[in-house]
């Protein structure tokens, strides 16, 4: 009987691991052929299409000379930046004090402003009202109406609340036998041991401005002030109107290298920033989710 559980044990492992493989092979087989579509020079697209493998001889970089050199890139970059740290900074510091005060259980109110809350999260006003606002405040053809309509997400409030919760009640009230009030708590004893959720809800703030392409397209007017995806978009649709590549970029790389080159670069950023901050992010996932 021992022997057959421990067969069946194995055969389980087994397939768990081929399963693993699988979904690897799902994530790994298309990144790899970006990869390689954005190194492929354009003699051999032309000859044979995107290889899957290319010898690091006949390697390009052409396609990212050409992405980068554009002369809306920099711009679009800087613009990117600016967005995603001002919109992640105004995102952090409305839900870390809403997320403190509902994880009070004590706090005059707290249900109906929970009912309140996943009210918006399951009803979700739509695209139109959300313009009619945003153009009445006069925001048009500003970073604020980027960073302002999407600046507290519900999800990433909820699970930092679960994770306020989750944290010694004695801290708090051996602070205010020491006569610190609420915002003096917040600061010197909950932030200090909050790394963990503060680091994996920045992190999912971070990634949704640094990504966000459909907003700007909305608000923004100006060519100065698109962000990178946008420009991105950009030369997507520039294959079919040519309006934003030059046809001399042509010449030298396929316009599925400057595809393949735009979104890798486009990855880049997240790409440096993740291994970072990765230990803390499962931490603070965990924690934020699972209460004892």
Known sequence: ???????????????????????????????????????????????????????????????????????????????SIIITLSGTALSLLLTVPLAYGLSNRNLPGRRGILLLILFTFLFNPGLVPTYLVVTSLNLTNTYLAIILPPAVS?????????????????????????????????????????????????????????????????????????????????????????EFVEYNAFSTSSMESLKSAGVLITMLPMLIVYPWIQRYFTKGTLVGGVKE
Do not use: C
């Open 154 to 242: 519900v999800y990433n409030t909820l699970v930092m609340m679960s994770f306020f919760e989750g944290l010694p009640e004695d801290l708090k009230e051996a602070a205010r036998l020491d006569g610190a009030n609420e915002l003096k708590i917040l600061w010197y004893v909950i932030l200090p041991l909050s790394k963990p959720i503060l680091l994996t809800i920045g992190l999912f703030y971070a990634v949704h401005f640094w990504n966000e392409f459909f907003t700007p397209i909305l608000y923004l007017n100006s060519n100065d002030m698109l962000p990178l995806p946008v420009l991105l978009r950009n030369i997507l649709i520039s294959a079919s109107f040519n």
């Open 1 to 79: 009987m021992s022997q057959l559980k421990a067969r069946h044990g194995i055969a389980f492992q087994i397939s768990i691991a081929l399963f693993l493989f699988l979904l690897l092979l799902i994530i790994v087989v298309p990144f790899w052929r970006v990869v390689m579509a954005s190194l492929t020079p354009l003699n051999i697209y032309t000859g044979q299409g995107v290889p899957f493998f290319l010898p690091f001889k006949d390697w390009s970089f052409e396609a990212f000379k050409q992405l980068m050199g554009h002369t809306q890139f920099k711009r679009a970059t800087l613009n």
